[in-house]
């Protein structure tokens, strides 16, 4: 089946509050991946999607490339960062405890990888398919304390949604 994609832009009220962005986003994002099976156009689709709705400095993905690296996915945003080993900075870190990771000061994260001068926070959450992590979803801010519960709950559906579990 032919997958099927009417979206030319997002819709989302400038006057809502960030929960309801998300809920709009995630109904969105639904559409946008719709019956696409290709993970790495449902990545590259919601990456200019959150960035698009919340004007983060970058939001992106990083894809398992083996046991202990991690390879640059589709973003949008800056250049970053090409390979991130396993454990090491916030996405290594999340690949590790499997599980999001919420940094409010990317200055007072043990081994943060600077990857942009301009990143203040970031929030990382793992992609699982059945029950391995096979990415992470990296968004950084230049704002200091962006993320929360709010963005990490909307962002851990989200992941769900790109890999259709």
Same mark, same amino acid.
């Given at each position: 089946? $032919?997958?099927?994609?009417?979206?030319?832009?997002?819709?989302?009220?400038?006057?809502?509050?960030?929960?309801?962005?998300?809920?709009?986003?995630?109904?969105? @994002?639904?559409?946008?991946?719709?019956? $696409?099976?290709?993970?790495?156009?449902?990545?590259?689709?919601?990456?200019?999607?959150?960035?698009?709705?919340?004007?983060?400095?970058?939001?992106?993905?990083?894809?398992?490339?083996?046991?202990?690296?991690?390879?640059?996915?589709?973003?949008?945003?800056?250049?970053?960062?090409?390979?991130?080993?396993?454990?090491?900075?916030?996405?290594?870190?999340?690949?590790?405890?499997?599980?999001?990771?919420? @940094?409010?000061?990317?200055?007072?994260?043990?081994?943060?990888?600077?990857?942009?001068?301009?990143?203040?926070? $970031?929030? @990382?959450?793992?992609?699982?398919?059945?029950?391995?992590?096979?990415?992470?979803?990296?968004?950084?801010?230049?704002?200091?304390?962006?993320?929360?519960?709010?963005?990490?709950?909307?962002? $851990?559906?989200? @992941?769900?949604?790109?890999?259709?579990?």
């Amino acid at each position: 089946m $032919e997958s099927r994609n009417d979206m030319e832009e997002l819709k989302l009220s400038a006057t809502a509050d960030k929960t309801e962005r998300y809920r709009c986003l995630t109904e969105q @994002v639904k559409s946008l991946v719709g019956d $696409e099976k290709n993970i790495i156009a449902n990545m590259a689709n919601v990456s200019a999607a959150i960035r698009q709705a919340f004007g983060f400095l970058w939001a992106g993905f990083y894809l398992c490339d083996n046991d202990d690296e991690l390879v640059l996915g589709p973003f949008q945003g800056t250049v970053a960062c090409t390979r991130i080993k396993f454990g090491r900075g916030v996405c290594g870190t999340a690949w590790k405890l499997q599980r999001s990771v919420i @940094v409010d000061d990317v200055d007072r994260f043990p081994g943060h990888i600077a990857c942009s001068s301009y990143s203040k926070s $970031e929030i @990382v959450v793992p992609v699982f398919k059945n029950g391995k992590v096979i990415a992470v979803l990296d968004i950084d801010s230049d704002r200091l304390n962006a993320f929360d519960t709010v963005d990490k709950t909307a962002l $851990e559906n989200m @992941v769900r949604i790109i890999v259709n579990e």
